[in-house]
């Protein structure tokens, strides 16, 4: 007998993402590329603080505070008393001091280079008080790295577990040594490629402190669905519940199947607003696109409302820009109303094609698409991984589109291996993808177009500006704007010349917001995230899954 | 048919067949591979059936047995042993009769046993296929029995039929017919692959087996020489049809059909070098068929072909 | 002195099933096929003994494991070209199964013309069709009967036959023909073997006929070789082989023809030693073969293989009977 | 056998897999694939901006040796295999690709040996009493209706069942190999919940390739009914249901087994689709997974378990097949 | 012992050809009426049912499904032609020759498939479909040929290796006849039937094959086949939604399709072996 009983009210059922997890005995999460949502971030690990960017509000958590030096420099981050890893060790400053410093040493690990680049010493003066002098002005470092800003956070590791290791091959698996260790509220006691269960633990810190009541759930299990239709199936049958996303019409489909099944609002869209917008890169480098005016024909040639209709069933809106319309971003947009007058993305012209095309010399051949002085089509493949449904969706439809005002476009789904080894080396022309950059101020979404992450077609980049987008002028701004708080003076100027210049030159072209529709089942637990109970982002794989767990009273 | 059924002779009638058909019906033709043929074998005689390859010798035999497979067809007559009509039976009452009345010796003897098991176990088969309940040593003591009345060892028994020579294996199924006694056995061309000497070995013990039991044997064969040796009475067949039926003395001596004149003819000899006439043979001749056989003397019958019957 | 026209000098042949398991098919034979006067020769001798293996030698579709295979003096094996088509012309065979002996799906003419268009230089196609008509006729068979018709539309005889025609067309000097009339009915293999008599007399032609069947050898050969393990036990003219059999293999064999005639049954069992066993035939591995059956046998019979000895019938025997000296069985 | 026969069977057995795996090396070399650009294209997809990019590729590709030379690459690749030594996963770096598949076969062998065995069985039976004289003409259609499950492609059978027996009925579990945090042990509880969920994987794969044993059975069958030892055994009265099996089957059964071998290496791929489906855990996923994210230690260590395996079952197979043929020796 | 060869149309040949014409006529010649503007976004409302103006009815982008089918049908047969085609003509004149010609050939030859059936196709087939960008029905059915030509050379060749021992091929080389001669013209004409019934294996099988791919999202996405569109239906999640009249009738086709075949191979088969011609 391996694990205790547990009846199935006391369980919550929550679903892997991913899929399966093809490696269930690897707990590491510093290494590069290691995803751990299946539990081991929100059930056994806590962050510092957790970012709510709905409102903007960092709550503090394993930390209870932070404060920055004048010039943003250094930073002081105070430890809540009374923390206790699951073994009883307490945790303290040094185990954060011993963290980033095992990162900074290890440069294959994740967030190495990050902590290199920023982290000039940090220090534990006592055992509740780390000092973290930086090694230029960044007002953002505590949200970006210790806050959840987008889907994890830097874990802080057990110095008494990791001290010793090599962090590049430690698995960090071993239930008997109750590892994955943790300080949350839960431990691991079974992990399969499909299944994670973990069970409650009584003895954790902030309910002996005060600090936080013992979630309700005395097990949570994560587990792997194929595919849309089948999670669909689980839930409807009670045997999930919180999901992946679904589309609207399975949705639908699913809850009145099971009237427990909810979304984020009541009514249509059903969807929260997910950081990531979605757009169609180009290559900013390699003909024709290398043209500002080109791409801008090719964004007229565009009909969003279409691939809202179609693509998302009504349940998201067209993007104008890469921003994700939470309101300190939306008060950005809003400011500069006359620019997107000026540059009207949204709006399709195929008045506006004709000119430009056939002011560059082209001209239609008789099956009504664009050829060069030589007779040459423009011609390219619109890629997206094929993996990814609502991309795969919007492919054909974007195809047809742009086919219809003259591009010799087509459509085809790749594998991630050749999809992310094109981007990177610059092979593709275009591809349908996704940003999911800033949340809170405009600057983290600039930073992706900056030349730095660019480079010449044939070299491989990371992929964070795989547009290779270069543009001196705009890498001044967004360099200007690194240092300053979003509420620093001088900021909405910079950011407002940068968005000039982004949309006059659209290095890439903004498609739609992306809503996801993550369904809860309220048949046994209630209490989820939703727009009028808004506590906490209703991502479950995030790192702030944990907050979830810990917020949902049984039902009835 | 009258003319047959020489009811003068006081011996029993093992096998009577009347105006028994057998067609092979397939989509683009219809093969009439037997065609009312009547005969019948009495008590510890010797029958044999010869005619050219194709005259439908063995479809008449597995018609007998009724082993015909599709699209092979019993289509008219009928088939008595001693009192029981077999073409009537249903098939556990045919099983119960086969081997312990009436065993087969296969044409293709060389394959008729099972390649993937041993000789006992075929053995063992045909015993307790008949309900034979006895302990395995009396079982053993019985096979070595058969075997040694062919004159083969009984360290055989364990073997595989392939590490047998093609003479051992036809032994071996003449053997296997002795196994339960029966009263009849129809033997298909028993030697026709083997040399000459064991061809003759073959025979001889075939013929000691069988007077051993007294059981009647319809043999079918078309080398004249051999049937010559050990038959006691003839059938002729043409094209499905028996044309000539007779003592074999007197088929030899005196036949009457142009057919049986020129098989019986045509037999070389090997002590003597003869002339052949090489007569044209373009087209086989058409000999009326249809016409029932005749007795021309006693228990010698003839199908009349529309010549006369010089001898 | 003339060249024969196809000399086989102690050839050896073996196959081997599997591994370890070697039959020796043949074991030492040697043979001339004179290349001026036609003759009949005949191969006899149990299942098994080799004979048509050596047929397949003979026509070049087996090479031998030693020994030597000439056609006009020349190796066969090193045949190309010109001088492989002569020999191909030259010597012709027919198979012992006449219904597998044509391509099934195509008219029996179809391998007469391909033949002819193989073989003749620059005949016109009116000749080649008259050719053929004239061939078929030589062998008794209407042309408009045959042509086109597929081989599952033609009797065996005919087959045969049309065999026969081809052979005719080629007018080889030599035909291999194994057990060519097996599967023929008696009334039919008179026919056959009538055919063959004639070839050989009216258009010279020399065969090699492989059988097992003494009777219908009587009929039409000159020569008989008898096998008998790969070896040939004795050898002579047909007359005086069948009439006087030297070697206890040859008379056994001899005995055991059927007569067909009813008056003059079996009367004893033959003297028969029964089937060889794998002792029998080890012991007599590096002797006599036929040691194990052999009503005279002697002890040095074990030691070697007897060569092939003059008899006083004229003809040649291996046995050591027949050593100078050697005490005869009456 | 012979030891010789042994070596040699045994040397092409090496040679199968050094071949193989040779062709393994090759054909995922020569893919445009990046490995360590598709981890690091995932990691930018899910918001980490990865700004040393080109760093952490040189990094990756010096400790996974993807920098050396190809022919280097190779021998490393060889010389690792004689150890047993798959190498690092590249998509789940550190840990070793044998680990990630070693945890997956237990389960693929599982499902493979249930489903490939059962299809086999009553594929081959009906296939065999399709033609079976005695059977009634009701049953031949049982064939010929098993064959649109054949022609439904795997993925689709696949989903139609879960549709009908998981969803709509919910006879059986959506997926899965167990209960969700069910308790596990050697008892009932835990067998029975795991033939729960092994049973429409099974049938899946089962429904899917039962026609084609069925058809090739019933040509097998078909020919082997008119051999001469099926009417020997009739005549000899034994009863149908022994000539059945120890008669017919167990020799039409001999080709089957010969291609059983080759069908297991063609069943393992079609696994892939229906462990996605029934969300099994399994080498198929494994394999999928790795070919996806172009994890090229994982993709060799797959395909080379395939390989392995199918040359295994055929190796064992010549090796028993003596006892299952008596004929056939070595 | 008469041989004749069965007439060609037997009720179980004319029953296969009659389910193949009902899927083949309109696949084939109901491009030609299709109007391709049915095919485009939103001609129709999304998923709807069966109607007037849609017999079977549109999918989620408002295609309509039947124009859809129409336009898609000769792309997946053009894939099982071009896929089984030239599998079976690859395995056909290797099998033929290393079979008839034997020796270094045959051993390489004989060696090579025993290898390559070990390698499991769907692996490379992935691997190959997973490295081009584009994929066409042509490359698609090449791609799948490259891994199912082992199974017919493997087959053809023991046909032929039977055959050649036949006597009629001794007395064909008795005749001067060349080996190609012999292996093409003489022996080939005798396994047309059993060709034939590889041909239409090797069809059904190489259809199998991409639609097994395409479900696996490796397929073309420029040109409509019934692969693609059975994915699209999956992502579409079309089961789960009640959207029978998008994912059934492909299946019908298929289920029909492989009867047809089938029907037609098992007629082919007795033509080929008349044993199994029974009643
Ligand atoms: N299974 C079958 N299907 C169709 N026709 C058959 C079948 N078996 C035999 N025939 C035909 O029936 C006829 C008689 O065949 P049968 O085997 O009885 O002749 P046979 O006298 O025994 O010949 P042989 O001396 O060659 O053994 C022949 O024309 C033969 O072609
Ligand atoms: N291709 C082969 N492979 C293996 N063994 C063979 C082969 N051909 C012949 N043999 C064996 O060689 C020996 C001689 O065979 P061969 O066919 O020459 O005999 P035969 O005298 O023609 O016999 P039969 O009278 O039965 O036709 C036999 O033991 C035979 O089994
Ligand atoms: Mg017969
Ligand atoms: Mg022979």
Redesign the pocket.
Known sequence: QDIAEVPREATVIIENEFGRVAVPDNMNPYIAGQYLDWGMWQATQESLFYLNYESGELIPWLASGNSFNEDKSSVTISIRDGVKWADGTPFTANDVVFTINMLKANPDLQYSFDMQQWVADISAPDDSTVVMNLTRPNPRFVSTYFGVRIWDTILIAPQHIWEGVDPTTFTNYDLEAGLPMGTGAFRLVRSTETEQVYDRRDDWWAAETGFHALPAPQRAIWLGAPGEDLRAALMSNNELDAGWTFSRSTFEVAQSRNPNIVGWTEDLPYAYLDPCPRYLGLNNRAAPFDDREVRWALNAAIDRDVLVAIAYEGMTDPAATLYPTYAPLQAFLDRNAALFEQYDVLGSDMMLIDSVMEGKGYSRDADGLWVDGDGARISFTLVARSSQTDKVRMGNILAEQVRDAGFDASFQPLEDGIFYADVSNGALQAWITDLCGSVSDPYETFSRFHSRFSGPIGESVPGVNASRFENAEYDEVVDAMAVLAASDEGFDDLADQALEIWLRELPGIPLVQARLLTPFNNTYWTNWPSSDNNYIHPGHWWVTGALMLLNIPPAG | MATMSGQARESVVVLAVEGLSIHYEMRAATVRAVDGVDFELRDNEVLGLAGESGSGKSTLALGILRLLRAPGRVVAGSVRFGATDLLALDESALRELRWRQFAYIPQGSMSALNPVMRLQAQFRDTLTAHGERMPRAAMHARFVDVLQGVGLDADLLPRYPHELSGGMRQRVCIAMAMLLGPRLIIADEPTSALDVISQRVVLETLAAARKAIDASMLLIGHDMALLAQVTDRLGIMYAGRLVEMGETGTLFRDARHPYSRRLIASVPDVRARREFQSEAMDSEPQWPLDEPLQEVAAGHFVRPWGGGYDS | MSVDLLTLSDVHKSFSRGYRNRVDALQGVSLSVAAERPQIITIAGESGSG??TLGMLALGFLSPDAGELRFRGQEIAGLRGQALRDFRQSVQAIF?NPFATFNPVYPVDHVLRLTLRNFSTGAEQASRETRISDALRAMHLDPALVLGKYPHQLSGGQLQRVLLARAFLLRPQLIIA??PVSMIDASLRAVVLANMLELKERHGISWLY?THDLSTARQISDTLLILYRGRIVEAGPMERVLDAPQHPYTQLLIQAIPRPDPTQRWQAPLDWQGDESAETVTAAASGCAFYARCPFRMDRCLEAVPPLLATPADTQAACFLHEPGAARPG | MTPRYLGMRLATFVLTILVASTLNFAISRLTPQDPIAALLGRMASRGRTVENGAEILALYRERLGLDDPLPQQYLNYMGNLLRGDLGYSLAFFPIKAEAVILRALPWTIGLLSVATLLAFTVGNLLGALAVWPRVPAGFRWLVYLSMPFSAVPYYLLALILVYLFALNWSVFPLGGAFTPGSVRGFDLATLGDLLHHATLPVLSVVLAVIGFWALSMRGIMATVLGDDYLIYAQARGLRSRRIFSHYAMRNAMLPQVTALAIDFGRLISGQVLVEIIFNYPGVGWVLYNALRAADFFVIQGVTLFMVFAVALATLILDLIYPLLDPRIRY | MTRRLPRFLTPVMTLGLALLALVLVPGLLGQFVADPEQMRLMAGGINAPPGHDHPLGTQNEGRDLLTYILKGMPNTLLIGLVGGGSAVLLGTVLGMLAGYVGGLLDGVVRNTVDIGLTIPPLAILIMIAASFSIVTPLMMGLVIALTSWMHPTRVIRSQVLSLREREFVLLLRLSGASPLHIVFRELMPNLIPFLAATFVNAVATAILASIGLEVLGLGSFQTPTLGNLIYFAIIGNAMWLGLWWWWLPPIVIFIVLFMGLFFVSTALDTLANPRLEQG
């Open positions: 004979k048509s012992q194994d057990e492989i």
